[in-house]
Structures are given as C-alpha cells and as structure tokens.
C-alpha cells in the first residue's frame, strides 16, 4: 500500500472519528445552550414580573397620596378664597354660591367651611341637605381636632363614612357607597376654623383596577408560553393564581419547588428549577421548568414571590438542528476531504516557496537578486491556475517595487527642492511689501498692514509711500489667482503703481488708467487685479482715491459708528486696455478719524459649516472696536475675530488688511 493510501485512508478514519464525536458533541452542547437561554430567559421575565408586582402594591398608596395633594392643595384654595369674601363683606348666600360653582366645576361632592368649633358655616350643597349632614356631626370627627386647635396646617384622612342627607340617599340606590369620602381638610388663614374637600373613592378605584395584580398577570401569560403564574406574600401563602383554561390552579406544588420559593425570599434572589430534566423527558415535552423571584417592599426587602411555571419541548427544535446543521456538516467535511487531499501537495508547496522569497524579499529591503527572480519564475512557470498567478504577480510587483522606489526617492528630492525654491519665493514676496509702517516727519498719521497668503505665495499687495512732504500714497490688490502665478503677477503691479506714481501723481486716477494699459500689453494668461489706490493729503485729510474693481473700503469715524464708503466702481486692471478710470468722491477725514482697506479673503474666509466672515459680521467687529484703538491695534483685533471664526479650517483665500488714523497736524496730540 503506498504512503498517499495509507495517508488518505488515516485522513477518513480520523474524519469519520471526528465526525461522530463532533455530532455527539454538538447534540449535547446544543441542548444545553437551548436549555439555558431558556431557563435565563425565563428569569428576566419572572425577575420583570416581580418588580412590576412590587409596583402594583404600591400603586394603591401612591395614588391615595397623590389624590390626598391634590385635595389639600384645592382646600387650601378654598380657605384663601373664603378669607377674601369674607374681608370683602359677602354674604354667606353669596359665598355659598361660590362653592357650589367651585365643587361643580371640579367634581367635588362637599365642600366645608367651619368655624373654630367645627360648626358648618358655608358649604357646596344645598342649605337643608347641609344641616341634615351637619347634624350627623362629621365636622366634629376627632380626627379633624388637630386642625380647629392649630396642630395640624393640613390633613388628608382615609375613608370616613357618615349618614347621607336626603340628595344623598336617593343616590344609594344606583351608587351604594356614595356616602364614602376621603376628606381632605387645612386651617383657615386666621386659624379660626377650617375647610373640608370630600372625594369619592370610586376614581381611585377604577386606577388602581386598571393596573392591578390580575390583569398583570393575564398579560404576561398572554404574551409568553408560560401557563401558571402564582404571587406569594411573606409568609409563603399564594395571594394570587391564574392560569391556563388546561392547568388546574389549585395544583398541589412539589417540595422542590416550595424549597426554590423559600430560597428566593431568603436569598432574595431569583432562581429556578427544571422538572423532569433528563434529555429524553425534554424532548419528549415531559420536563417543566420553575421559575421564581422575590418581590421587594419600599424598604428594598423581600415580603413575597412570584413564580412561573411553564413547559419545556426542544423536540422539533433539536430535531431541525440536528437535520441541518449534522448533516451540512458531515457533507461538508467529506467534500473537503475529496478535493482537498488530490491537491494538497500540489498548492502546498509552491505556496511555501513564495513565503521564503516574501520573507527574503523583506528582509533584503525589497531589493531582489538574481536567485529570487529566478525562483519567482520557476514557482509560476507552466502554471496557469491561480498559483501561477500569484507567482507572476509577485515576480511583477517585485520589478515595480524597485521602479516605484526610485521614483519616489526623485519625487521627494523634487518636492523638497520646490518647497525650498517657493520658500525662497515668499521671503522675497514678503520681502517687497513695506516692513516699516512709521512715517518720518509725519506723527499725524499711524498706519499699519498685514498679508497672510494662503498658499506659500499669494497674490494680494499692499503698499504706501510718501509722494512729496504732505501727499501719502496707499495700495490695496487682489491678484484673480493665487500661487506662484498670482505671485508673479502682484510684484508686476506693485513695481508699475511705484512707477507711475513717483513719475506723474497729479491725478490717482491717470495713474490707475497707465498701470492698467501696461498689464494689458503683456498678459498672455488674461490675469486681472483688482485695485484701490488713493493719495492722502496729511495736511488736510482728504483722501481722493480711485476704485478698480476692489471692495469698498470702511470710514473709522472717532466719534460715531464705522461707515462703508460708498463708490460709483470701476473695471479691474488687466481686462480692457482702454479702460476707463475715475476718481470717487473725495472721503474726509476729521481729527481721529481712520480707514480701512481689505481684499476679499477677509469676507469670504471660511468656517468649517461653509460660512463666510460677510461685510457684515466685518462691520459688526469694526463697530465693537475702540474709536481710538490705534492702526495696529485695529489690524490685530480684526485678525483674531478672523481667525477666531475660521478656527482650524484651511485659510481659502489670501487676506490683507490695511488700517489708518490720521490726526490733524495742530491736534495737541502732534505737537
């Protein structure tokens, strides 16, 4: 017999072994696990039952306090009530009227007011069945003596009987126990008497009817295969049974399950107990399974039991399962066996081989040799199944692992050199723009800026310079791209803004107009910039200036709100070559006043919710700033209320902002 017989015959006998074992095993286990998800079951629902019951019993006392609040709280009512008529002078006609309308109103059978010897002196029924009542002396009742001589505030009574009056008594014959009150009573304000508020107990005995003991346990048994429910009080004695129509409810119970009861009160813990346990009386529908759990008083201890009976068949269950879940089993194994066997050697091997060369190919840093290419291309060679595949893809990926590598050592030297060069780029960017702010001779105007771009260069630009001894020039762009392009195109406006206004500064506007056609002669990328350049006189405060398309900018008055300035606009600077450009209407400056220039990266910075900053919630911070906060004090606190909306969410646009407070030259401040 060769050793792959030998093999294969060892394999079956060990399948077969394997098999009975595993099938008894999974029988055993299966009812077990069925038994006891059962039996826990079970306790949760006698454990939920038992709490519901030590609910219930309360029910009745809850309710009579809650009843007893709400006539105490109407008898308190009644007593100011009747304090006020009577300081108002009404007659007793009068007030009694008033109770009679109070008791209809909220279904109240009698209302009494006494004086400080319990004698009626107003009341909510009619005057002859009053004194008929009176007479019967349930006002002088000891237990409202607390109350006349000023022991008690309140008091609310159980269920007092008395004689009815002659309205009463024709009610008996349709309502028997209509003489039954529980009466509720409090001083009068004065303490010279009290008032009394009956309430007739048919209500609170419909409540506690609808939710009582009886009804619990049909519905529970409605809801669940359970066919004996009994609820035992301290002593062990059933208080409560209901059952099946086919139990009989006065079945005597066995001396193990009476020891189960005694060891739930005394344990004060749920347990049960299985009848007829054995595996052959479970799937014959023979066991039946206890369960109990104690029930709890107010104090938290035990004063009773509730117990479930029901029975337990796993028959057509086990059955089902042992069909399946066995013979899909058994199918499988053997099928596995079949076709696992023939291939085994076969899968196997390569697949060892490839493992090495994996852990050759790791070790080696991904840096194959001669002998593991060779190795790769021997497993798959003549191999058209999945294993071949394997081995060529592995064989592929290795020779792409060694490009990917060089490639990305080039790409990351690429991208360092690039962050350096765009490093480089924004100190020179940044480098251009004005790093001094003061301006020499001139401490009637303070004047401060700021550009944070969003990528490492930007396309914003500020800038300002003296044109002669009293005439300041100021600068605020918005390149229409960002990046390097925006970056490049900037410095060319800057420089030609400091061109020509050096060169000609008769008219802003002439100066926007020639900037303009010198960007329109050389943009082969159609890139604009949108500007607002204006010339400050320092000796007057006139600001004349000139809008290309820009936002408009703000007036920081010292003595009133901050004010937008209003602009008739023009056309950004790199569209038409002939473009026409006019001064705006000249904005004046009084002694404190300020401006403030800005791009659009400071109304449409976002937050993480895809808000934007608006010119309004500018206009809200501008307003909420100190009228004599200085240039750079407004810059910095218009920053953080930036910074503070946006939070962590990436800067989308670059921002610039550029601040100014000019004072007049003869201010005391100056001098």
């Given at each position: 017999?060769?050793?792959?017989?030998?093999?294969?015959?060892?394999?079956?006998?060990?399948?077969?072994?394997?098999?009975?074992?595993?099938?008894?095993?999974?029988?055993?286990?299966?009812?077990?696990?069925?038994?006891?998800?059962?039996?826990?079951?079970?306790?949760?629902?006698?454990?939920?039952?038992?709490?519901s019951?030590?609910?219930?019993?309360?029910?009745?006392?809850?309710?009579q306090?809650?009843?007893?609040?709400?006539?105490?709280?109407?008898?308190?009512?009644?007593?100011?009530?009747?304090r006020?008529?009577?300081?108002?002078?009404?007659?007793?006609?009068?007030?009694?009227?008033?109770?009679?309308?109070?008791?209809?109103?909220?279904?109240?059978?009698?209302?009494?007011?006494?004086?400080?010897?319990?004698?009626?002196?107003?009341?909510?029924?009619?005057?002859?069945?009053?004194?008929?009542?009176?007479?019967?002396?349930?006002?002088?009742?000891?237990?409202?003596?607390?109350?006349?001589?000023g022991?008690?505030?309140?008091?609310?009574?159980?269920?007092?009987?008395?004689?009815?009056?002659?309205?009463?008594?024709?009610?008996?014959?349709h309502?028997?126990?209509?003489?039954?009150?529980?009466?509720?009573?409090?001083?009068?304000?004065?303490r010279?008497?009290?008032?009394l508020?009956?309430?007739?107990?048919?209500?609170?005995?419909?409540?506690?009817?609808?939710?009582?003991?009886?009804?619990?346990m049909?519905?529970?048994?409605?809801?669940?295969?359970?066919?004996?429910?009994?609820?035992?009080?301290?002593?062990?004695k059933?208080?409560?049974?209901?059952?099946?129509?086919?139990?009989?409810?006065?079945?005597?119970?066995?001396?193990?399950?009476?020891?189960?009861?005694?060891?739930?009160?005394?344990?004060?813990?749920?347990?049960?107990?299985?009848?007829?346990?054995?595996?052959?009386?479970?799937?014959?529908?023979?066991?039946?399974?206890?369960?109990?759990?104690?029930?709890?008083?107010?104090?938290?201890?035990?004063?009773?039991?509730?117990?479930?009976?029901?029975?337990?068949?796993?028959?057509?269950?086990?059955n089902?399962?042992?069909?399946?879940?066995?013979?899909?089993?058994?199918?499988?194994?053997?099928?596995?066996?079949?076709?696992?066997?023939?291939?085994?050697?076969?899968?196997v091997?390569?697949?060892?081989?490839?493992?090495?060369?994996?852990?050759?190919?790791?070790?080696?840093?991904?840096?194959?040799?001669?002998?593991?290419?060779?190795?790769?291309?021997?497993?798959?060679?003549?191999?058209?199944?999945?294993?071949?595949?394997?081995?060529?893809?592995?064989?592929?990926?290795?020779?792409?692992?060694?490009?990917?590598?060089?490639?990305?050592?080039?790409?990351?030297?690429?991208?360092?050199?690039?962050?350096?060069?765009?490093s480089?780029?924004?100190?020179?960017?940044?480098?251009?723009?004005?790093?001094?702010?003061?301006?020499?001779g001139?401490?009637e105007?303070?004047l401060?800026?700021?550009?944070?771009?969003?990528k490492?260069?930007?396309?914003?630009?500020?800038?300002?310079?003296?044109?002669?001894?009293?005439?300041?020039?100021?600068?605020?762009?918005?390149?229409?791209?960002?990046?390097?392009?925006?970056?490049?195109?900037?410095?060319?406006?800057?420089?030609?803004?400091?061109?020509?206004?050096?060169r000609?500064?008769?008219?802003?506007?002439?100066?926007?107009?020639?900037?303009?056609?010198?960007?329109?002669?050389?943009?082969?990328?159609?890139?604009?910039?949108?500007v607002?350049?204006?010339?400050?006189?320092?000796?007057?405060?006139e600001?004349?200036?000139?809008?290309?398309?820009?936002?408009?900018?703000?007036?920081?008055?010292?003595?009133?709100?901050?004010?937008?300035?209003?602009?008739?606009?023009?056309?950004?600077?790199?569209?038409?070559?002939?473009?026409?450009?006019r001064?705006?209407?000249?904005?004046?400056?009084?002694?404190?006043?300020?401006?403030?220039?800005?791009?659009?990266?400071?109304?449409?910075?976002?937050?993480?919710?895809?808000?934007?900053?608006?010119?309004?919630?500018?206009?809200?911070?501008l307003?909420?700033l100190?009228?004599?906060?200085?240039?750079?004090e407004?810059?910095?606190?218009?920053?953080?209320?930036?910074?503070?909306?946006?939070?962590?969410y990436?800067?989308?646009?670059?921002?610039?902002?550029?601040?100014?407070?000019?004072?007049h030259?003869a201010?005391?401040?100056?001098?």
């Amino acid at each position: 017999m060769t050793l792959r017989r030998r093999l294969f015959l060892l394999v079956t006998l060990i399948i077969v072994v394997g098999i009975s074992t595993a099938a008894a095993l999974f029988a055993y286990l299966s009812w077990r696990s069925v038994l006891e998800r059962t039996e826990r079951d079970e306790r949760l629902v006698a454990q939920l039952l038992s709490q519901s019951i030590g609910l219930i019993q309360q029910v009745p006392e809850v309710i009579q306090e809650i009843v007893g609040s709400d006539v105490q709280a109407q008898a308190d009512i009644v007593a100011h009530l009747t304090r006020i008529a009577r300081q108002r002078k009404a007659s007793a006609t009068e007030i009694n009227r008033a109770l009679r309308g109070i008791a209809a109103e909220n279904s109240i059978p009698e209302i009494w007011v006494t004086d400080a010897s319990g004698k009626p002196i107003f009341w909510s029924i009619d005057d002859v069945n009053a004194r008929i009542s009176a007479d019967f002396g349930v006002m002088q009742h000891p237990i409202f003596r607390p109350l006349l001589e000023g022991r008690k505030f309140s008091i609310f009574t159980a269920l007092q009987h008395r004689e009815p009056g002659s309205h009463e008594a024709n009610l008996q014959h349709h309502e028997p126990d209509s003489h039954d009150f529980y009466y509720g009573g409090v001083t009068l304000p004065d303490r010279d008497g009290m008032v009394l508020i009956a309430r007739r107990p048919e209500r609170i005995d419909r409540i506690i009817g609808r939710i009582g003991l009886k009804r619990l346990m049909e519905t529970v048994m409605a809801a669940a295969t359970i066919d004996t429910i009994w609820v035992f009080d301290e002593t062990l004695k059933p208080v409560a049974v209901s059952a099946t129509p086919d139990r009989d409810h006065a079945t005597e119970l066995s001396a193990e399950v009476r020891a189960l009861i005694e060891q739930v009160v005394g344990h004060s813990t749920p347990a049960s107990y299985l009848q007829n346990g054995g595996i052959h009386q479970v799937l014959l529908g023979q066991a039946r399974l206890y369960v109990a759990a104690p029930i709890f008083n107010t104090d938290g201890l035990p004063d009773g039991a509730a117990l479930m009976s029901l029975p337990v068949n796993m028959q057509t269950e086990f059955n089902s399962l042992l069909l399946v879940g066995g013979g899909l089993t058994v199918l499988l194994l053997l099928a596995s066996m079949i076709l696992a066997l023939p291939f085994l050697d076969r899968i196997v091997g390569p697949l060892a081989r490839l493992t090495v060369q994996t852990r050759r190919l790791v070790k080696h840093d991904f840096r194959a040799d001669a002998e593991m290419r060779e190795e790769l291309l021997d497993v798959s060679r003549n191999r058209a199944d999945e294993v071949g595949c394997l081995g060529n893809a592995l064989s592929s990926m290795v020779f792409q692992l060694e490009t990917h590598i060089s490639e990305l050592k080039e790409t990351t030297a690429a991208k360092e050199r690039i962050e350096g060069e765009l490093s480089a780029a924004r100190n020179i960017q940044m480098g251009m723009l004005p790093q001094v702010f003061a301006l020499p001779g001139h401490a009637e105007c303070d004047l401060y800026a700021v550009l944070e771009p969003a990528k490492a260069v930007g396309g914003d630009l500020f800038d300002f310079f003296l044109l002669d001894t009293h005439r300041l020039f100021v600068l605020v762009g918005d390149v229409s791209d960002k990046g390097v392009p925006a970056a490049l195109f900037m410095a060319v406006t800057k420089t030609l803004f400091a061109v020509e206004a050096r060169r000609d500064a008769s008219s802003i506007s002439g100066i926007v107009a020639r900037v303009n056609a010198a960007l329109c002669e050389n943009n082969p990328e159609s890139m604009f910039v949108t500007v607002l350049a204006g010339i400050l006189d320092l000796c007057s405060g006139e600001f004349v200036f000139c809008d290309g398309g820009h936002e408009r900018p703000w007036v920081l008055r010292r003595e009133g709100p901050p004010e937008q300035v209003a602009k008739q606009g023009g056309v950004a600077l790199g569209f038409l070559a002939d473009a026409v450009y006019r001064e705006e209407k000249p904005i004046h400056l009084a002694d404190g006043d300020g401006l403030l220039l800005y791009t659009d990266g400071v109304s449409e910075a976002m937050n993480a919710n895809n808000a934007a900053f608006t010119v309004a919630r500018l206009g809200e911070a501008l307003a909420a700033l100190d009228q004599q906060a200085s240039a750079r004090e407004t810059v910095e606190q218009l920053m953080a209320e930036i910074e503070s909306f946006v939070s962590a969410y990436p800067q989308s646009d670059d921002i610039t902002l550029m601040a100014l407070r000019w004072r007049h030259p003869a201010h005391p401040h100056n001098l």
